[in-house]
């Protein structure tokens, strides 16, 4: 294949031949496609395998969620048989010890605030920490709420949650007992300071209240679990194929012009 160039007026310039290829050069640009495409391939089959991770995990999420509330003594026999009891719906009943309730930040409605973390004392005398619900910022204070403090017995389904042993991400803060202000959901931050008592009987585990959870006026509004579990492993995966198909038109071209070229001599 050749190409003329048009040097100015009534002047063409001798035709361009298209050069083909060192040996080693063009060996070397074939094993770069190669590879290329068995990584991007690579990547798009492991994301792929997560789809399917993601997808099973959504479903028993939804199973869990939708199933009636069993009783806490079950739910405590399931996380001691596995260790997870995420978003399984449970009973419970005690009394809150609103002396010793948590904040962690949250936000609702696009407004930031506190989720309100009061540990129960069961009926049998151990310790579960409830996430009473949402408080705004400016009601952190149980003092700003006081017709919200419950007393005497209560009872109410909620979403039993996993307690989370790590930090979400790096970019979250330190949780800060001494100020009262969590930014996470770690137990034994939560816990620190609860008399002995009912440190030794709590819980490994978290409930979120329900929404008919008993709550005076300006108290917590419970029912703020949100299941929503982002799942983009497809549109990863469409694009390290995608990537692939494109480096595998490129290796193609890349033949395709080795062999048109003349040999050298």
């Excluded at 042993?165 to 790096?170: D, G, I, T, W």
Aim: charge should be neutral; glycine fraction near 12%.
């Amino acid at each position: 294949m050749t190409m003329s160039r048009v040097e100015g007026p009534g002047t063409v310039a001798p035709p361009r031949e298209i050069r083909r290829l060192g040996r080693g050069s063009f060996a070397a640009g074939v094993v770069l496609c190669l590879l290329g495409i068995a990584v991007l391939v690579g990547l798009g089959t492991w994301q792929m395998e997560r789809l399917g991770w993601k997808n099973g995990l959504i479903a028993t999420i939804e199973a869990r969620v939708h199933a009636p509330p069993r009783p806490l003594e079950e739910v405590e026999a399931e996380f001691a048989r596995g260790g997870d009891v995420d978003y399984v719906p449970v009973l419970v009943s005690g009394r809150f010890l609103h002396a010793d309730e948590r904040h962690v930040l949250s936000t609702s409605g696009g407004a930031a605030g506190w989720n309100v973390f009061t540990p129960l004392r069961l009926d049998d005398g151990r310790t579960l920490f409830v996430n009473r619900g949402f408080v705004a910022y400016d009601r952190k204070s149980a003092e700003t709420r006081s017709g919200g403090q419950v007393e005497g017995a209560v009872a109410f389904a909620g979403i039993a949650r996993n307690a989370l042993a790590e930090k979400p991400s790096s970019f979250v803060p330190d949780n800060d007992p001494v100020k009262n202000a969590f930014f996470w959901k770690h137990l034994p931050d939560l816990a620190r300071g609860l008399p002995e008592a009912d440190m030794a009987g709590l819980l490994p585990f978290i409930v979120d209240a329900g929404p008919d959870t008993p709550s005076g006026a300006g108290g917590p509004v419970g029912g703020t679990t949100v299941v929503d579990i982002p799942n983009s492993h497809l549109q990863y995966a469409i694009t390290w194929y995608g990537l692939a198909a494109v480096l595998s038109v490129m290796l193609v071209l890349l033949v395709l012009r080795q062999r048109r070229a003349p040999r050298d001599g």
